[in-house]
């Protein structure tokens, strides 16, 4: 996980919509399978220097409190990820190599009443199938390599519209 594509990522996701209405729930795994939840209320620091220096003291505290409240904004919790998912939900990957689905097509034919859980590699190079045994399927949002800021804009925007968050 690089700290650049990781803030990139981590802006959309806690910039969007669908995360202000509570319906995100966001971790990330590090490259050294530290494994941290994010709280959907976290404003991340919007330049790379400051979110580096706020990721090194997790990584040292092990948690980043609110400073005006009682939330725990940033832990690191204990692996494996599938100990904090909801049982039986369905689990992809996302990855340039994986199906070719349209996004809105996707969320459409999606179970209403279930969680679903979707997995972005935040890497530079090498993909995230490897790294993500617990996933029922691997899938690509375009035909074209994306960012992974991008795929998760895709894949955000799409839940928006089929769930009506404006």
Same mark, same amino acid.
């Given at each position: 996980m690089l700290p650049q594509i990781? +803030?990139? /990522?981590? !802006?959309?996701?806690?910039? /969007?919509?669908?995360?202000?209405?509570g319906l995100l729930q966001i971790y990330l795994r590090t490259s050294k399978n530290v494994l941290i939840e994010v709280h959907? /209320?976290? %404003?991340i620091p919007r330049t790379i220097k400051r979110f580096s220096g706020l990721m090194v003291q !997790? !990584? +040292?505290?092990? %948690? =980043? %409190?609110? $400073?005006?409240?009682? @939330?725990?904004?940033? %832990? $690191? =919790?204990?692996?494996p990820i599938e100990a904090h998912l909801p049982p039986g939900c369905k689990k992809f990957v996302t990855s @340039?190599?994986?199906r070719l689905v349209n996004p809105h097509k996707l969320v459409k034919a999606l179970p209403q009443d279930e969680p679903v859980v979707i997995a972005f590699g935040q890497m530079s190079h090498g993909t995230i199938? @490897?790294?993500?045994?617990?996933a029922d399927e691997c899938l690509s949002f375009s035909q074209y390599p994306l960012s992974a800021a991008c795929a998760i804009g895709r894949c955000i925007n799409a839940f928006e519209n089929h769930w009506g968050v404006l």
């Open positions: 990781c +803030h990139q /990522s981590l !802006l959309c996701c806690l910039d /969007s919509p669908l995360n202000k209405a959907p /209320s976290l %404003r !997790l !990584l +040292h505290k092990l %948690r =980043i %409190r609110a $400073v005006d409240g009682p @939330n725990t904004l940033l %832990r $690191v =919790i204990k692996n @340039n190599k994986g199938e @490897n790294d993500a045994p617990y």
